[in-house]
């Protein structure tokens, strides 16, 4: 959905529709479903800008990352951004944005495409790492079964795979060790 922010007037601009997303459009791989994204809001003029208020809401379901079960969340979620122009003239230098930085959006063109926001606000409402449970046992390394359904019987290491190298070592050299000394 795109806006004409200069056709806004002195009375904010409101918005109401419900969008779909696509999974595999958000680029994470453990988004496997997302229902329908109820997506209301208003835009208001400011002296300096316009401010933007939305609020969205939908469910996800997301792979746990322990065990892989699906994990349904549901997400209620407000957005409030500061658009501004952007300075004719202003050079364009890379700088470290600041904490205030992060409520501004800083716009070229008097018209707004929602889309991009709207996705980026789904994306940024995905768990970094979603779970089940908080004391998800997840799958067996050896053979993969769901150790939350109870213990499997395959035969596991009992050490770290990353010290092999050195257990070869010390195998290859343990012989020498053993022989008598003349």
């Not at 789904?122 to 359904?149: F, H, K, S």
Request: proline share 7%; aromatic share 4%; net charge negative.
């Amino acid at each position: 959905m795109k806006i004409r922010l200069d056709e806004i007037g002195d009375e904010p601009w409101s918005w109401h529709s419900e969008e779909t997303v696509e999974p595999s459009s958000l680029e994470r791989d453990e988004i496997l479903e997302l229902s329908p994204i109820e997506w209301r809001g208003e835009i208001s003029r400011l002296d300096q800008g316009f401010l933007l208020r939305a609020h969205l809401s939908y469910g996800q379901t997301l792979a746990c990352q322990r065990c892989l079960r699906p994990v349904t969340d549901k997400v209620d979620d407000e957005l409030e951004l500061l658009l501004v122009d952007h300075e004719p003239g202003a050079e364009e230098e890379e700088r470290e944005l600041e904490e205030e930085d992060l409520g501004v959006l800083v716009i070229d063109e008097p018209e707004l495409d929602l889309w991009p926001l709207l996705r980026e606000q789904v994306q940024l409402n995905v768990p970094m790492r979603p779970l089940c449970t908080e004391d998800c046992a997840g799958l067996c390394p050896v053979c993969g079964a769901d150790l939350n359904e109870g213990a499997c019987d395959c035969a596991r290491q009992s050490f770290d795979p990353r010290w092999s190298g050195l257990a070869a070592l010390r195998d290859r050299l343990a012989p020498e060790a053993d022989e008598p000394e003349d």
